[in-house]
């Protein structure tokens, strides 16, 4: 009787010892959307390890703290990541890997920027708008592969600018390969309507990067998906704006709420978030683009195959991805 409850001892000790949490990694969770995100999955989430990234490891502790007051999870990490930089984004592979937080069951790309005042750059030569929102999440993705659980989800936060037919008053985007969006020639444009135009240039991307990415990943089982938070003022992503339109931006346009299907609060947008990417719900939506809750058609131009093997293709050239990089379930060439 003895040897036996010892042997069952034994057993449930090493079984402890070999199971590995699994985790949600969110990037840009420190503010807006992606804060309410990560308090949602905190919620919905109790048993999985979620990992918002930061580029300021205070800023990321104190989003933390915050979730755990409100929620109880007692399994939150935040770890230092820069989209603008891709040494940044390897060694935030390595210390995912170093740290044994087991395998990924929800990867989602939520962080991004639109600079409007003047062009930016990236620590690797970038125009910053197109090498965070989509050369910095791209890459983050590939590099997680190997370590996503068999039915992941991998979530890009879009936007409803991509689709000229929505007549959201944002510039139309203009799709070109990799390399030209980004190290773009010079031009006298007026710099809001440049900026503008490469955020909603970034966004279509995002989404042609979900239709191939899915189509690569069709012999599996990880689900890839786009999801358009709407109009969503107030988080920052206005901050580079002229002082009268960022006024606009963060306090006018939260009256729309009241009266616009597609004008969200923060908490509604990042709840809605966390639930396409982790909720039951969603379990068998692959390869599809979100408004909110609800699934939609993107634009005309996110199905152009032609521009789904072209920004593929270039992206990996411009990143000069290495096939023994990734996982070996996907073909990056």
Not at 1 to 16: K, P
Not at 293 to 298: D, G, N, V
Not at 301 to 311: C, F, I, K, P, V
Request: aromatic share 10%; charged share 20%.
């Amino acid at each position: 009787m003895a040897n036996g409850l010892l042997f069952l001892v034994l057993n449930f000790a090493l079984s402890l010892k070999e199971y590995k949490m699994e985790s949600i990694i969110i990037t840009g969770a420190t503010g807006g959307i992606g804060y309410e995100c990560a308090l949602q999955m905190a919620r919905i989430a109790p048993n999985q390890q979620i990992i918002i990234t930061c580029r300021n490891l205070e800023s990321g502790e104190k989003a933390i703290q915050a979730i755990a007051r409100q929620t109880g999870h007692r399994h939150l990490q935040c770890m230092i990541l820069d989209l603008a930089s891709l040494a940044s984004i390897r060694e935030f592979k390595e210390n995912f890997v170093q740290a044994n937080y087991g395998k990924i069951t929800s990867l989602i790309n939520n962080a991004g920027l639109q600079n409007v005042d003047k062009t930016r750059y990236t620590k690797d030569g970038f125009e910053e708008t197109f090498g965070v929102n989509h050369l910095g999440s791209l890459y983050l993705t590939l590099l997680l592969l190997p370590y996503l659980t068999p039915d992941a989800r991998i979530t890009f936060t879009a936007s409803g600018t991509h689709d000229p037919k929505q007549k959201t008053g944002m510039p139309a985007p203009e799709f070109k390969d990799a390399r030209s969006l980004a190290y773009p020639e010079e031009t006298t444009e007026k710099t809001l309507t440049v900026g503008q135009r490469r955020y909603t240039t970034s966004k279509l991307c995002n989404i042609v990067t979900v239709y191939e990415l899915q189509n690569r990943l069709r012999q599996t089982n990880i689900h890839v998906n786009a999801f358009d938070p709407g109009l969503v003022p107030g988080t920052g992503l206005a901050q580079n704006y002229p002082p009268f339109l960022k006024f606009i931006s963060d306090y006018v346009f939260k009256v729309l709420i009241l009266f616009h299907h597609n004008v969200n609060a923060a908490q509604t947008s990042g709840k809605r978030l966390a639930n396409l990417a982790y909720a039951e719900q969603y379990r068998n939506a692959k390869g599809k683009y979100f408004e909110g809750e609800k699934e939609i058609k993107s634009s005309a131009d996110s199905y152009n195959e032609a521009y789904q093997h072209t920004l593929w293709s270039s992206s990996i050239g411009v990143l000069k991805i290495d096939q023994r990089e990734i996982s070996s379930f996907i073909n990056v060439t």
